[in-house]
């Protein structure tokens, strides 16, 4: 379970959004739905393991090989200001914009891969900036899906070769496991198995992520989370929120929209992300 790639991706989005972000707005994170089932009282890890293990909706057994989407960012959001105070300005890079497109393929492991069309630039300066956006957006979603893919590509516990501890911690359980290069990994969940809280700790950094789940027929289906990450070489704090809109695609849950807001020391950025033209393949 790798963070490592996650925080360098988000600091850098985060200091590339400010040349083209002129507004930024508030989310709030919806509950999560709460209709519960039976909750956990057998203190038996293996027992409690396994029925964690089936909770989550689990894409991979359920034939998941490939997601396909174009990634549209709302431009006019992102330059919502600009729009105000320089209209041409804004025109222009608006009809910059409508010409890009951003391909990307998750594949059965939940790597995802960027693609782009390059759009010709009437100077150096907005070819800068072009390529500074190709970068962030190729990192803001690679590093999304890093996140994504724990609780939704398997679960949270899916670990080959890793002992697990569990124990009690109050009204929640614990899970523990140190993953290689000496990566610690603490999970609290709920007695209904939802995460609400995972801890990663490495040698370079530290993060905490507090995923929220909706309950679906199929299993817990992540609709959102908060996250910190603290690099311990230096630099800012960076906090995110994630705002995750699901869709239906071939009897498969997949995520269709992203709300998210990154805040990298005093510096803060929203982005609105529809994911369309998408494909599925499946067993």
């Known amino acids: 379970m790798s963070s490592g ?19 930024l707005g508030a989310m709030t994170l919806p509950p999560a739905l709460r209709a519960q089932p039976a909750l956990a009282t057998n203190p038996d890890p293996k027992g409690i393991l396994g029925q964690a293990h089936t909770a989550y909706y689990n894409l991979s057994a359920r034939g998941f090989k490939q997601y396909r989407f174009l990634a549209n960012p709302d431009w006019a959001y992102l330059l919502g200001d600009l729009a105000k105070t320089n209209p041409a300005a804004f025109n222009s890079a608006m009809a910059l914009f409508a010409k890009v497109r951003f391909d990307v ?5 939940g790597v995802a891969k960027v693609s782009h069309n390059n759009v010709e630039t009437p100077n150096e300066q907005a070819r800068t900036g072009m390529n500074q956006v190709y970068d962030g957006m190729d990192q803001m979603l690679t590093g999304f899906f890093q996140t994504w893919h724990p609780f939704m590509l398997q679960t949270p516990f899916s670990s080959p070769g890793k002992a697990l501890n569990l124990e009690e911690a109050g009204d929640k359980f614990r899970v523990r496991w140190v993953e290689e290069e000496n990566i610690k990994v603490d999970i609290l969940m709920d007695r209904t198995y939802a995460v609400t809280e995972m801890k990663v700790n490495s040698p370079g950094f530290d993060s905490v992520i507090y995923p ?6 199929g299993g817990l289906v992540l609709a959102s ?12 704090k960076i906090h995110v929120k994630v705002l995750i809109k699901n869709r239906p ?17 005093e ?12 494909s599925l393949i499946k067993d």
């Open 105 to 109: 393929v998750v594949d059965a492991q």
């Open 5 to 23: 790639g996650l925080l360098s991706r988000c600091r850098r989005f985060a200091q590339i959004l400010p040349i083209l972000i002129a507004s």
């Open 267 to 278: 510096t803060n950025t929203h982005i609105l992300v529809a994911f369309t033209e998408a």
């Open 249 to 265: 695609l071939l009897g498969l849950v997949v995520p269709s929209d992203l709300d998210l807001t990154a805040q990298v020391g």
């Open 212 to 217: 929220v789940f909706d309950r679906q027929p």
């Open 225 to 236: 989370y908060e996250a910190d990450y603290k690099d311990k070489s230096g630099g800012p």
